[in-house]
C-alpha cells in the first residue's frame, strides 16, 4: 500500500510525493496525506554527496565523459536514500573515451 507524504517548498507551497510503505508493514488506506518534517530542496540535498563521492573514484580513470545513474528512494524523514534492491533501483556508471586522433 502507498502512502502520501507532502513536502514544503522552500519559496513556498508544497509538493506531494506518493510512497511505498516503509518498514512496520502495510498501512490503513486513508484521505489524509503526511507532512515530512523538511524541505523538498533539504531532502534532495543529500544525494549530493553521493554523486561526488562516485564521480571522484572514477576521476582518476581520465574518461572524456562519465554518466552516472542512482537509483533513490524518497522517504519522509531521511529524504533521499539509495535503493534497497536491484528492483527498485541501482547505481550506473558510464565511462566513455575517445579514440586518438593522433
Known sequence: MTRLVEYPLQDG???????????????LASDTTERAHRTFEDAVT???PIGKALLEQVK?????????ELGV???AK??????SSSAEGHVKITLKWSPDKG
Open 13 to 27: 507551497g508544497s509538493i506531494v510525493v506518493e510512497m511505498d510503505d516503509g518498514p512496520g508493514g502495510p498501512r
Open 46 to 48: 543529500s544525494i549530493q
Open 60 to 68: 582518476s580513470l581520465s574518461p572524456d565523459s562519465v554518466q552516472l
Open 73 to 75: 528512494k524518497l522517504n
Open 78 to 83: 531521511a529524504g533521499i536514500v539509495l535503493a
